[in-house]
T-cell receptor, first 113, second 115 residues
Framework: KAGVTQTPRYLIKTRGQQVTLSCSPISGHRSVSWYQQTPGQGLQFLFEYFSETQRNKGNFPGRFSGRQFSNSRSEMNVSTLELGDSALYLC????????????FGPGTRLLVL | DQQVKQNSPSLSVQEGRISILNCDYTNSMFDYFLWYKKYPAEGPTFLISISSIKDKNEDGRFTVFLNKSAKHLSLHIVPSQPGDSAVYFCAAKDGGGGSNYKLTFGKGTLLTVNP
C-alpha cells in the first residue's frame, strides 16, 4: 500500500507570496492532519481534517488554511508568506478522526526569501 | 508553553549499549503516548506507543515506560545499533473526549549510535 505522498517536495517563495501544498493520504485513510516542523519549535500541529471538515486547529494565524476533498486528499495554503514560515510541512493520515496512530509523509520543505 | 518536553537535544551511545530517551509532560489529560523516529529528508515514522492505563510496552529492542505520577516516559533501545541514529520525537494525544484530538510533540532528541 502506498504511503502518504506530498507535493511538491521543495519550494522556494518570496515574502508576500502565497503557497499551496498538497497531500494524498494512504488509501482508505480519511483523516489528514498537518504539522509544521522548525528547528526551534519541533513539530507543531496546524489542523486536522476528516470527511472534508476541519476537526481541530492549532495556534497558527489565519494566513494558514486548509481543505480536504471528497477523495480525502488535502491541501494547505499559506498566504502573505513571511520569512518565519520557512519550515518543513508534514502531512499525516490516519484511518479516522481520533485514530491513535498517524502516518507521516516525507514533507514539503518551504524556503521563504 | 511546552506541554511535552524532551530536555536532551542530543544523545550519543556506543553500539550494543542501551539508549534511554526521556520525555516529560505537563498535561494531565494526555492519555496516549507515542514515539516517532525521523531520518533526514523523511517524515517521522511511528515506533511504539503506550496507553495511560499501562506502565510498560515492549516491541523487540524497543521498550517504552510510563510513570504517570511523575508525568514522565522513557524509550529504551537495547541493544543500540548504528541504524537507530535518528531524531526521536515523543508525542502525546490530547483527547479531551470524543474524536477531536491532536498530537502534541516534543522538540526531539538526536540519537547517535557510534560503531
Amino acid at each position: 500500500k502506498a504511503g502518504v505522498t506530498q507535493t511538491p517536495r521543495y519550494l522556494i517563495k518570496t515574502r508576500g507570496q502565497q503557497v499551496t501544498l498538497s497531500c494524498s493520504p494512504i488509501s482508505g485513510h480519511r483523516s489528514v492532519s498537518w504539522y509544521q516542523q522548525t528547528p526551534g519549535q519541533g513539530l507543531q500541529f496546524l489542523f486536522e481534517y476528516f470527511s472534508e471538515t476541519q476537526r481541530n486547529k492549532g495556534n497558527f494565524p489565519g494566513r494558514f488554511s486548509g481543505r480536504q476533498f471528497s477523495n480525502s486528499r488535502s491541501e494547505m495554503n499559506v498566504s502573505t508568506l513571511e520569512l518565519g514560515d520557512s519550515a518543513l510541512y508534514l502531512c499525516a493520515s490516519s484511518l479516522g478522526a481520533g485514530a491513535m496512530i498517524v502516518y507521516f509523509g516525507p514533507g514539503t520543505r518551504l524556503l521563504v526569501l | 508553553d511546552q506541554q511535552v518536553k524532551q530536555n536532551s537535544p542530543s544523545l550519543s551511545v556506543q553500539e550494543g549499549r542501551i539508549s534511554i530517551l526521556n520525555c516529560d509532560y505537563t498535561n494531565s489529560m494526555f492519555d496516549y503516548f507515542l514515539w516517532y523516529k525521523k531520518y533526514p529528508a523523511e517524515g517521522p515514522t511511528f515506533l511504539i506507543s503506550i496507553s495511560s492505563i499501562k506502565d510498560k510496552n515492549e516491541d523487540g529492542r524497543f521498550t517504552v515506560f510510563l510513570n504517570k505520577s511523575a508525568k514522565h516516559l522513557s524509550l529504551h533501545i537495547v541493544p543500540s545499533q548504528p541504524g537507530d541514529s535518528a531524531v526521536y520525537f515523543c508525542a502525546a494525544k490530547d483527547g479531551g473526549g470524543g474524536s477531536n484530538y491532536k498530537l502534541t510533540f516534543g522538540k526531539g532528541t538526536l540519537l547517535t549510535v557510534n560503531p
